[in-house]
């Protein structure tokens, strides 16, 4: 594809995006109700406001109340402050802290006097920066030069990478497994690219990690990346342990609190010359209140003459168009200030950017979001490599960002699993992921990771046959593990779904009146018999003595997100309850699916995108609980293959 049409494609997909995230954001302020909102994890209701301590010229504030939170919010989100309507508010924060009881936000302006009462609403809200820094680098990307546009037309298939050559490393982590030794030693010997495959719970972020270190070791500059701060924090978390000069690019209240000194904020506050600056700018304070002392030269006391005159005229000591000899001096004192405030403020602007290259240029490891590499601190930075973690989960042009800024590139993901959630239906084409791309161009460019960490192997295997080929192996340490390993009381009710030795359980209600359901003005299905099993299941499961934060209940559909949720909190069960895409990348020691469709015409939905099936089967441990009508889901033939393989390895109960 020629470069211009490239850019200006994905200019226009990106902005059809950016524009269906925020007209769906106000839809659902506008047409849910406050409560319907906070039910769906996106507004958490009735906090009151107490100022916190400021920090990095942020403003804090907790934000509490006495019922316990449950929200999808989450540390470095954006969201929108409000006395309870949203859509007449515009003060906007970033999340800092999620606890039980309360919600830190940060704002870089002092907040208003209101929210630091009670009645406050808090709504997730949509960022648009990261649009604008995609289409930034879109632009810088059609006028690349030297080794940027060389990895920007292998890209683009306008020429080739070069074949790896596998090189020879002593491990840091001596637990790595053969495919993730596999993995470094072909990403160590890559000389433009290399793409790891993670199936699910297969070790990716511990083999990106060795990787990283490996680089170092010889002597590369490191730039570590991923689309979400949660994954950053993750490889900081990792990387912390090892004596490395790590540098967290980010805001800082999208940094997890535990992992702050890494943050540039951080380092910067303890550097010995940050205290002669702080002492610039209280001058400049000092500065600017003496300023007031004197008459702004405003265009009405002006009166249309430039500073310059000013200056001259209060020199001479002459008025003119009726502005008093007292007056033009007055006002050429005030010129006289704001001169030496200017001076002075881009003589500090100066020195604290010096002193924040410094610490980038002195790191082993930059760590930022795909779209933080585009912020003024980092945009003119190169570096050695990218390594790039969730890659099959960004679109095209985030993953861009960090190979943008480097000269060579790894990305790490599952192409097996969600891609990229596209809003958009203008923009569908951005759900094809970079790293899906390259593993169909360059297979061999790749290595798959083979043995998995999470799961029972009677869990792993359908997930195992149907999208990864047979090529995952169940380690030892998990292959028969089940819930009897947890010593559990033994169930009183439901003793055929909830046997403990038993790892996988298809709950049929074909015989039941178990039909799904479209709540009015929804396009979201729900099945109200299903969601009763399931809130039974947890009951007996908590009896048992399963604490809720080792079960988990997924379903595609938010109705029944929704509805189960409701039900839960009748019984204040803290079970987390998601949607598919809401639990990629997690596990549970026991997972409930409920899989709602169910209808004489075996019609399935958006349950044919097969993606969403592998990602649910594979967040189980120890036991995975599918509920659904056996007669619809077998229309479809890799359900029917599924539900006949719990035939014969699992166990069927038909209600």
């Known amino acids: 594809m020629k470069v211009h049409t490239f850019v200006e494609e994905y200019k226009e997909l990106i902005e059809w995006e950016r524009i269906a995230e925020i007209e769906q954001q106000l839809n659902e302020i506008r047409y849910f109700s406050a409560k319907e909102r906070e039910l769906f994890g996106r507004a958490i209701l009735d906090l009151k406001g107490k100022r916190e301590k ?27 402050i409000s006395r309870g309507e949203p859509l007449k508010s515009d003060v906007t924060g970033t999340v800092s802290e999620v606890k039980k009881h309360y919600i830190i936000v940060a704002f870089e302006n002092m907040p208003p006097k209101w929210a630091f009462g009670g009645g406050i609403r808090i709504d997730l809200y949509i960022n648009d920066i990261t649009f604008k820094r995609m289409s930034e680098n879109l632009d810088r990307i059609k006028n690349a030069k030297k080794r940027e546009r060389e990895l920007r037309n292998i890209i683009l298939n306008l020429s080739s990478p070069k074949p790896t050559k596998p090189q020879d490393f002593t491990p840091v982590n001596e637990n790595l497994n053969f495919s993730q030794k596999e993995a470094v030693s072909k990403a160590l010997g890559s000389e433009d690219l290399f793409l790891i495959h993670g199936p699910p719970g297969t070790g990716k972020t511990s083999t990106l990690i060795e990787i990283i270190l490996q680089e170092v070791k010889r002597g590369k500059k490191v730039l570590a990346t991923a689309d979400s701060n949660t994954a950053v924090d993750n490889m900081l978390k990792r990387l912390s342990s090892y004596d490395l000069n790590l540098v967290r690019i980010g805001h800082p209240a999208r940094i997890l609190k535990e992992l702050e000194d890494f943050s540039i904020h951080a380092i910067y506050e303890g550097l010995v010359e940050v205290e002669a600056i702080k002492k610039g700018w209280e001058e400049i304070g000092i500065l600017a209140k003496k300023r007031e002392e004197f008459s702004k030269p405003s265009p009405a006391r002006a009166r249309g003459m430039s500073r310059e005159r000013i200056l001259t005229l209060a020199a001479r000591g002459k008025s003119q168009r009726g502005v ?20 002075k403020v881009n003589r500090l602007k100066k020195e604290e950017e010096l002193l924040y290259r410094k610490i980038i240029e002195s790191a082993d490891v930059v760590l930022s979001t795909n779209s933080m590499v585009m912020s003024d601190m980092l945009k003119d930075f190169k570096f050695d490599i990218a390594v790039i973690d969730e890659g099959s989960q960004q679109v095209i042009p985030s993953t861009l960002i960090p190979i943008s800024h480097a000269n060579s590139f790894i990305i790490a993901g599952d192409h097996k699993q969600l891609p990229p959630t596209v809003v958009s239906e203008n923009a569908s084409k951005l759900k094809n992921s970079l790293f899906e791309k390259l593993i169909k161009e360059h297979k061999d460019l790749s290595q798959i990771l083979k043995v998995q960490y999470r799961m029972n192997e009677k869990i792993m295997h359908f997930s195992n046959e149907t999208f990864y080929n047979g090529e995952l192996i169940a380690d030892e340490s998990v292959k ?18 909830l046997n403990p030795k038993e790892p996988l359980v298809f709950v049929c209600t074909k015989n039941l009146e178990a039909k799904e359901n479209l709540p009015y003005r929804s396009t979201s299905y729900e099945n109200e018999k299903e969601a009763e099993i399931v809130f039974n299941l947890i ?3 908590s009896k048992m003595g399963l604490k809720d934060e080792d079960m988990g ?7 029944q997100v929704k509805r189960i949720k409701l039900l839960l909190s009748q019984i204040e069960s803290l079970v987390e309850v998601k949607s598919v895409d809401g639990f990629q990348g997690r596990e549970k020691e026991v997972i409930l699916i409920s899989f709602v469709r169910s209808n004489p015409n075996g019609e399935i939905g958006f349950l044919k995108d097969l993606r969403r099936l592998n990602v649910a089967l594979t967040r189980a441990k120890r036991k995975l609980i599918c509920i659904g009508d056996g007669e619809t889901l077998s229309k479809h033939e890799v359900y029917e293959k599924f539900i006949s393989y719990v035939k014969k390895e699992g166990k069927i109960v038909t209600l």
């Not at 089940?482 to 055929?496: A, G, Q, S, V």
């Open 324 to 343: 008093s000899v007292q007056t033009m001096q007055s006002m050429a004192k005030w010129i006289q200030a704001d001169r030496e405030i200017e001076e």
């Open 539 to 541: 009951k007996e499961l």
């Open 54 to 80: 400021e920090q990095f010229n942020l403003y804090f504030v907790r934000f509490s109340r006495n019922k316990e939170i449950q929200t999808e919010i989450a540390s470095g989100d954006m969201v929108l």
């Open 553 to 559: 209940v997924i379903s595609p559909y938010l109705s």
């Open 480 to 497: 028969n593990h089940t819930l009897t390993d947890l010593n559990l009381k033994e169930p009183e009710n439901f003793k055929d779904i």
